[in-house]
């Protein structure tokens, strides 16, 4: 699941991914509530945000998956030429080098992000 706009640009983007490279994009995690991202935060502190801090709950992030989660393969560098055209982008912390690099970690790009208490 995802926010309503959200969702409109993930399918878009999907079926441009399928086009492109004859295979569905592999989605492993997108909406999570404050009680599963309480529990993913408590299993792992480092690479899990917060509750309350995390865009997957607000519907705005996804985890792919299918070589995108790694980063220089050509599904990875396809998502960075691509995605921006759909509202998608890899921010800067889960880029390499960044503070928690994450290579599968993809939101969807909105103006201002409502609060998520």
Not at 52 to 80: N, V, Y
Not at 107 to 115: G, S
Request: hydrophobic share 40%; glycine share 10%; aromatic share 12%.
């Amino acid at each position: 699941m995802l926010r309503g706009d959200a969702a409109v640009a993930f399918k878009q983007l999907a079926a441009a991914y399928e086009k492109h490279f004859d295979q569905a994009i592999c989605l492993t995690s997108a909406y999570r509530d404050r009680a599963l991202q309480a529990k993913l935060y408590a299993a792992d502190t480092v690479m899990v945000a917060m509750p309350g801090r995390s865009h997957h709950g607000l519907g705005l992030a996804t985890d792919l998956c299918g070589g995108i989660e790694k980063f220089g393969t050509p599904q990875h560098e396809w998502m960075k030429k691509n995605a921006g055209e759909f509202g998608f982008f890899h921010p800067d912390w889960a880029q390499p080098g960044g503070v928690t690099p994450e290579p599968w970690h993809w939101e969807f790009k909105v103006d201002e992000y409502p609060a998520n208490d």
